[in-house]
Protein backbone atom coordinates (compact mmCIF):
# COMPACT_ATOMS: atom_id res chain seq x y z
CA UNK A 1 0.00 0.00 0.00
CA UNK A 2 1.37 3.05 -0.91
CA UNK A 3 -0.53 6.99 -0.62
CA UNK A 4 1.85 9.03 -2.73
CA UNK A 5 1.75 13.32 -1.52
CA UNK A 6 2.00 15.85 -4.73
CA UNK A 7 1.27 19.13 -4.76
CA UNK A 8 3.28 20.87 -2.28
CA UNK A 9 5.77 24.17 -3.05
CA UNK A 10 6.41 27.88 -2.75
CA UNK A 11 3.74 30.32 -2.81
CA UNK A 12 2.88 33.85 -1.58
CA UNK A 13 0.52 34.28 1.02
CA UNK A 14 -3.25 34.79 -0.40
CA UNK A 15 -2.15 32.38 -3.12
CA UNK A 16 -3.45 29.05 -4.04
CA UNK A 17 -2.40 24.94 -4.20
CA UNK A 18 -4.19 22.17 -4.76
CA UNK A 19 -2.64 19.21 -3.00
CA UNK A 20 -3.06 15.39 -4.37
CA UNK A 21 -2.81 12.32 -2.38
CA UNK A 22 -2.56 9.18 -5.43
CA UNK A 23 -3.25 5.78 -3.83
CA UNK A 24 -1.58 2.28 -4.78
CA UNK A 25 -2.21 -1.47 -3.60
CA UNK A 26 -5.64 -0.12 -1.95
CA UNK A 27 -8.41 2.14 -2.46
CA UNK A 28 -9.70 5.12 -0.57
CA UNK A 29 -13.37 4.39 -1.53
CA UNK A 30 -15.71 5.83 1.16
CA UNK A 31 -13.45 5.05 4.07
CA UNK A 32 -12.29 7.80 6.46
CA UNK A 33 -9.46 9.91 4.96
CA UNK A 34 -7.81 13.35 6.16
CA UNK A 35 -5.20 15.70 5.35
CA UNK A 36 -2.52 16.49 8.33
CA UNK A 37 0.18 18.74 8.53
CA UNK A 38 3.40 19.09 10.42
CA UNK A 39 5.69 21.21 11.25
CA UNK A 40 9.30 20.79 12.64
CA UNK A 41 9.48 20.62 16.56
CA UNK A 42 5.69 20.07 16.63
CA UNK A 43 2.91 17.27 16.93
CA UNK A 44 1.22 16.28 13.36
CA UNK A 45 -2.23 18.06 13.48
CA UNK A 46 -5.24 17.47 11.32
CA UNK A 47 -5.79 19.68 8.56
CA UNK A 48 -9.44 18.27 7.24
CA UNK A 49 -10.98 15.07 7.34
CA UNK A 50 -13.42 13.10 5.83
CA UNK A 51 -15.13 10.38 7.79
CA UNK A 52 -16.80 7.33 7.23
CA UNK A 53 -20.20 8.58 6.94
CA UNK A 54 -18.73 10.92 4.09
CA UNK A 55 -18.83 13.91 6.61
CA UNK A 56 -16.11 16.73 6.27
CA UNK A 57 -14.80 18.03 9.26
CA UNK A 58 -11.86 20.84 9.18
CA UNK A 59 -9.41 22.26 11.84
CA UNK A 60 -10.67 26.08 12.93
CA UNK A 61 -7.40 27.27 11.65
CA UNK A 62 -8.22 26.76 7.91
CA UNK A 63 -12.30 26.64 7.72
CA UNK A 64 -13.46 28.84 4.88
CA UNK A 65 -10.05 28.57 3.12
CA UNK A 66 -9.33 24.37 2.60
CA UNK A 67 -11.17 22.06 1.01
CA UNK A 68 -11.18 18.34 1.19
CA UNK A 69 -12.26 16.16 -1.24
CA UNK A 70 -11.50 13.00 -3.36
CA UNK A 71 -12.37 11.32 -6.78
CA UNK A 72 -13.39 7.84 -6.44
CA UNK A 73 -12.49 7.14 -9.84
CA UNK A 74 -8.95 7.94 -9.97
CA UNK A 75 -8.40 6.90 -6.49
CA UNK A 76 -7.17 10.37 -4.89
CA UNK A 77 -7.92 12.30 -2.56
CA UNK A 78 -7.28 16.58 -2.52
CA UNK A 79 -6.86 19.46 -0.54
CA UNK A 80 -7.80 22.69 -2.32
CA UNK A 81 -5.72 25.52 -0.23
CA UNK A 82 -7.34 28.79 -0.87
CA UNK A 83 -5.77 32.40 0.87
CA UNK A 84 -2.65 30.58 1.99
CA UNK A 85 -0.85 32.11 5.42
CA UNK A 86 2.33 32.29 6.62
CA UNK A 87 1.31 29.87 9.57
CA UNK A 88 -0.15 27.26 6.85
CA UNK A 89 3.74 26.71 6.02
CA UNK A 90 4.17 22.71 7.11
CA UNK A 91 4.67 19.15 5.73
CA UNK A 92 1.23 17.71 4.50
CA UNK A 93 0.93 14.08 4.62
CA UNK A 94 -2.53 12.39 3.72
CA UNK A 95 -3.92 9.73 5.56
CA UNK A 96 -6.58 6.57 5.06
CA UNK A 97 -7.98 4.43 8.09
CA UNK A 98 -9.45 1.06 7.16
CA UNK A 99 -10.28 -2.11 8.64
CA UNK A 100 -7.15 -3.24 7.55
CA UNK A 101 -4.88 -0.46 9.09
CA UNK A 102 -4.43 3.05 8.83
CA UNK A 103 -1.80 4.74 6.17
CA UNK A 104 0.17 7.80 5.77
CA UNK A 105 1.69 9.63 2.38
CA UNK A 106 5.36 10.45 2.77
CA UNK A 107 4.31 14.25 3.08
CA UNK A 108 4.43 16.80 0.82
CA UNK A 109 5.84 20.30 1.97
CA UNK A 110 3.88 23.53 1.46
CA UNK A 111 6.28 26.45 1.96
CA UNK A 112 3.90 29.91 2.33
CA UNK A 113 6.29 33.04 1.76
CA UNK A 114 5.06 37.10 2.39
Known amino acids: VQLQASGGGLVQAGGSLRLSCAAS????????VGWYRQVPGKQREVVAR???????NYADAVKGRFTISRDIAKNTLYLQMNSLKLEDTAIYYC?????????WGQGTLVTVSS
Open 95 to 103: NLVKRTGEY
Open 50 to 56: ISSDRTP
Open 25 to 32: GTTFGYNA
